[in-house]
């Protein structure tokens, strides 16, 4: 496994979790390396819980990345995070979307989580909070803010900026590039 | 040139190279790209049919006419297409038919997890399975090429994993589509007992010969480590066995019916520790066994779900697994119906008028969740109907149940049930939810849309005419977003005994997109009653409450301002914008 790195991505039916695993994972395969990806379609997009994992490396082999097995966790939502903590390995790296969406299930029992940066230190050596939202309405479309989330830790991967140029060229469609390509620059410029 | 697909897009890809015709399915996760895929190949016809059997019909009809033809389902679709399936082994498939059944374990979109490597045991036909995207292309290929030499269907199975996993892959050159025409030959298409019985012999001849093909193939491969351990393994198991036990001795199996039982032997015979590594069933393990040696599987892996790197590395080792389950405190996030979702007004008209509701296939399932909890069952695309004659004629006619499913969904397996129902003189209510596609897989068109699978228009098929034809009086067509007049046409269907139908019409709201303005809530007129937050609507969010538990707040991202709310309320504290 030391070969593989293994970014595990959460967050809710249509905030653009796909995409940006996407957008990750070409970029990856643009840069040399051996990529997978695994996700779910159908029932899991209705507004639920959702979950991508991405791995990379030399040669890789599982498409599924273990508990405690992510050397970086992204939430696109603060909630999720906690749900997928427990993927993260000991000393990993968190960056958490600041977005709240409140599900339905609350309604009486378990409330939302008030102290998620905590629990989240509990385990992750590192927390980064993203504003992707902000980041998002500053490049001109909030929904970009998975794009800006993706800026903000690209930093740690060993893609340089052609691969990242070649992955937008094939995922985005043509007239939203410019707007995406703001919203990872902001992203970069505020995980850094 | 290299390029990133999923398994879908790869098996699709295969298809194609391998000079396919025909592609035909009913949409189902995790198979439906395969289809949504090979559209953007123009030499291919394709088409949604209204259902596997049907799919699989015009495939082996293609393929006999000399054609290559593929046929994709999910795993519970084969079950509808077994018929045919079972019979298709007997006649053979001159041009070339593959089948795939794509399983879901750990049910991530499915009412079960069935193991379909039981079906091609069962049918007697060969089996692949491949591990990742590359291997997807490369034996769809060949399964085109064994189905032509061995005449007979080919079943490639994937797993939820091969299918939406996505992995480098290196295209190959398209053959050229072949037409060998259609040579007669009733012997061997005709069905009669007497030529059945002479087909069966050929389909025991083949399995013998199948059975030399798999100890040669180059789909079965031994890979020796340390003979201390010896893995047998397929599919996606392959690779979590790479991932966690790199030195192990493994024999890889991507041909698995007939299983090479020589080149099991030789593995197991030189191994000191052999452990079979599947999903689901133990299939392999049992067939290992048989051979006389002494093999470990399921009592190291589960039987139930999708297994992990975790999970075999635990089950080889004997330690306990990873665990990953969040903090016990957090609030689930289960998948809801959308915001404004017209199924949604559907569901509050029948809890409000108690109906027994006999629940089908699609996203409306969704309303078995609390806080709706609104449908009484749900077992297989069509049950509804025949699941509501049923319970009306055992509760007696004064019941008011009603049978409800979607328009794609009574299209695929609900006309024969209502037939039957208004033929034995039944007295319950069907309900089809017509939205105008097939929500739940991504949004497909249908016989009842008026659209081909490219999007090209075509006859539509008239759900009102068509239920009047089958003798049903009482077919009322009304918008469940009218909320006032569907309650009252619900009332009335269910009032009276006679069959009677009810089409819900009002289109998905990710069909048209369209968004209204968000409703607002006076606080001052809301008791905070709760019967708006009983509709579980993602746009109202529950806050705590000043004079009871809970107050309902208006999410202004995710509320289109269907208006539902503010007609449950009792207090009408919610307005509908531009409404007063």
């Not at chain 1, 992707?132 to 794009?147: D, Q």
């Not at chain 2, 004997?318 to 389950?325: Q, R």
Request: aromatic residues 6%; neutral net charge; glycine residues 10%.
């Amino acid at each position: 496994m030391s070969n593989t790195t293994n970014v595990m991505m959460g967050g809710v039916g249509g905030q653009g979790i796909i995409l940006a695993s996407e957008v990750l994972a070409e970029a990856l395969m643009a840069a040399g390396l051996d990529v997978k990806k695994s996700e779910v379609h159908g029932m899991a997009q209705r507004g639920g819980s959702v979950r991508t994992d991405v791995r990379f490396g030399p040669k890789v082999w599982s498409p599924l990345i273990s508990p405690g097995g992510a050397d970086l966790l992204v939430a696109f939502e603060q909630l999720e995070s906690l749900r997928y903590l427990p993927y993260l390995r000991e000393g990993g790296t968190a960056f958490v979307s600041t977005q709240v969406i409140v599900p339905t299930t609350v309604v009486g029992g378990a409330g939302y989580p008030a102290d998620v940066k905590e629990r989240l230190g509990k385990r992750a050596k590192r927390v980064v909070m993203v504003d992707a939202p902000g980041l998002a309405a500053k490049a001109g479309n909030v929904r970009t803010a998975g794009i800006a989330l993706l800026g903000a830790f690209a930093p740690l991967l060993p893609v340089p900026d052609e691969a990242w140029e070649v992955a937008f060229a094939a995922k985005i469609p043509g007239r939203f590039l410019e707007v995406n390509r703001k919203a990872f620059q902001l992203g970069r410029e505020a995980g850094v | 040139m290299k390029c990133l697909l999923s398994g879908n897009e790869a098996l699709a890809r295969g298809a194609y190279e391998a000079g396919v015709r025909l592609a035909t399915a009913y949409p189902g996760t995790p198979s439906t790209e395969i289809t949504e895929a090979i559209i953007s190949y123009p030499e291919v016809f394709a088409e949604w049919a209204p259902n596997e059997k049907v799919a699989l019909e015009v495939a082996l009809g293609a393929a006999m006419g000399g054609a290559r033809a593929l046929c994709s389902m999910k795993h519970v679709g084969v079950n509808v297409a077994a018929d045919p399936l079972m019979t298709a082994a007997y006649t053979g498939a001159a041009g070339g038919l593959v089948v795939v059944s794509a399983d879901d374990p750990g049910m991530h979109s499915s009412q079960n997890e069935q193991d379909n490597r039981h079906y091609a045991r069962l049918a007697k036909i060969p089996m692949l399975e491949p591990a990742d995207s590359q291997e997807c292309l490369d034996f769809m290929r060949l399964a085109f090429d064994l189905s032509e030499h061995f005449d007979t269907p080919v079943l490639v199975r994937t797993t939820t994993r091969v299918n939406h996993g996505k992995s480098i892959v290196t295209p190959g050159e398209p053959l050229p589509a072949r037409q060998t025409g259609f040579t007669r030959n009733p012997p061997k298409y005709v069905m009669v007992p007497n030529n059945a019985r002479r087909r069966h012999v050929v389909v025991e001849e083949r399995a013998q010969a199948l059975r030399g093909y798999s100890e040669t193939t180059p789909l079965n491969r031994i890979e020796w480590g340390d003979k201390g351990l010896g893995i047998i393994t397929s599919g996606v198991s392959y690779q979590y066995v790479k991932e966690v036990a790199p030195n192990a001795s493994v024999l890889k199996l991507g041909f698995t019916w007939p299983v090479p039982a020589e080149l099991i032997r030789t593995f197991a015979s030189q191994v000191n520790r052999v452990v079979v590594v599947e999903e689901l069933d133990p299939y392999l393990e049992e067939q290992v066994a048989a051979l006389g040696f002494k093999v470990e599987g399921k009592s190291l892996f589960p039987i139930v779900d999708e297994l992990n790197p975790g999970l075999v590395a635990a089950g080889l080792s004997g330690t306990p697994a990873p665990s990953a389950a969040p903090e016990a405190d957090l609030p689930g996030r289960p998948p809801v119906l959308c915001p404004g979702c017209p199924h949604r007004a559907s569901f509050a008209a029948f809890k409000k008028l108690k109906l027994i509701a006999m629940g089908d296939i699609g996203c409306y399932t969704l309303s078995v969740l609390p806080p709706l909890n609104a449908i009484d069952s749900c077992v297989c695309m069509g049950a509804s109907i025949g699941g509501a004659h049923g319970m009306s004629k055992a509760l007696g006619p004064e019941a008011k149940v009603i049978g409800v499913l979607g328009d794609s969904t009574f299209v695929h397996s609900g006309i024969t049930p209502l037939v039957d129902m208004v033929y034995n003189r039944g007295t319950a209510t069907v309900v089809i939810l017509d939205n105008g596609t097939t929500a739940m897989t991504g949004r497909q068109e249908h016989p009842a849309t008026g659209k081909t699978v490219r999007g090209e228009p075509t006859v539509r098929l008239d759900l009102e005419a068509l239920c009047r034809a089958v003798g049903v009086k009482d077919v009322q067509v009304v918008n469940p977003c009218d909320f006032a007049a569907f309650e009252k046409a619900m009332a009335s269907a269910v009032s009276h005994q006679e069959p009677s139908v009810v089409i819900a019409r009002s289109p998905c709201l990710l069909l048209t997109r369209e968004r209204g303005k968000p409703v607002t809530i006076a606080e001052e007129q809301c008791v905070e009653c709760g019967l708006c937050l009983q509709l579980g609507c993602p746009g109202l969010m529950a806050e705590q409450g000043r004079k009871r538990e809970l107050r309902p707040v208006v999410s202004e991202e995710l509320c289109v301002g269907c208006g539902l709310c503010a007609y449950v309320c009792s207090r009408h504290a919610i307005k509908e914008a531009g409404r007063e």
